[in-house]
């Protein structure tokens, strides 16, 4: 039974990674960086840029491994995502039998942090056997957001919510909350809200070199979120972002 360790290796700044993160990156016997088609190729290289940043042990051994596409004839959202899962365990599987010996340890490279909005345990879950898993957490987009705004996460002794934006489109605001923030958003949902006494605090690469951050009231802000959003995508074939809007006033 193999040790995979997940690895939170914050929004793909190097210096985000914890002292835990890189002790435990210079002590396994394999990394293993995903590959997600040449038009997400920034991603494996900037896993690879952290590697060569932060490893000091020159046994440690990088095996890079090809990734599935989610199938979107499939029409139910959870049925597909549920069939990707599956299929990615199955290439997960294959690479770690693929490591040169049972008792290898093996980790994986998360972005953000494996606990929060990311499917990576839940895969984990699905392997054959078991491996023994040991998460270490790292910082996320959300925290990365609200220091490149200088904002607090929530508003002085009030609750906030995380969703996402498919939650966001197809449930609305959720009741009884004046903040929320949002992730995994590829369709600009606060375009389905009313603007009106509505903020917006965005950024997308949060964290990043090239990070971009828009904020100001949302009937204003939207469309330029939009328009940037969709010029950064073609400019580096991939895009993370994410927001936090408020209407407390």
Request: charged residues 20%; negative net charge.
């Amino acid at each position: 039974m193999k040790q995979l360790f997940l690895i939170g290796i914050g929004t793909g700044n190097p210096e985000h990674l914890t002292l835990q993160a890189i002790r435990a990156l210079n002590a396994v016997d394999v990394i293993l960086i995903p590959r997600k088609g040449d038009g997400k190729a920034d991603l494996a290289a900037l896993r690879r840029d952290i590697c060569a940043e932060v490893l000091t042990n020159p046994a440690t051994r990088i095996v890079e491994f090809d990734l599935p596409t989610r199938d979107e004839a499939l029409p139910d959202y959870v049925q597909r995502v549920e069939h990707w899962h599956d299929r990615i365990a199955e290439v997960w599987a294959q690479a770690l039998a693929g490591t040169q010996g049972p008792k290898d340890t093996v980790a994986l490279l998360v972005w953000g942090d494996p606990s929060l909005y990311d499917s990576t345990l839940r895969i984990a879950a699905r392997l054959s056997p078991n491996p023994n898993i040991t998460v270490i957490p790292g910082i996320t987009s959300l925290q990365a957001l609200t220091a490149a705004h200088a904002i607090a996460l929530n508003d002085l002794a009030a609750p906030f919510t995380v969703t996402t934006g498919r939650q966001l489109r197809d449930n609305g605001w959720p009741t009884g909350i004046n903040r929320i923030a949002v992730m995994l958003d590829g369709e600009c949902s606060f375009q389905s809200l009313p603007q009106d006494n509505t903020q917006i605090w965005w950024a997308a690469y949060a964290g990043m070199p090239h990070e971009t951050i828009l904020s100001g009231p949302l009937l204003q802000t939207a469309p330029r979120i939009i328009e940037t959003r969709k010029a950064l995508r073609a400019e580096h074939g991939w895009i993370m972002d994410i927001y936090i809007l408020d209407r407390s006033g």
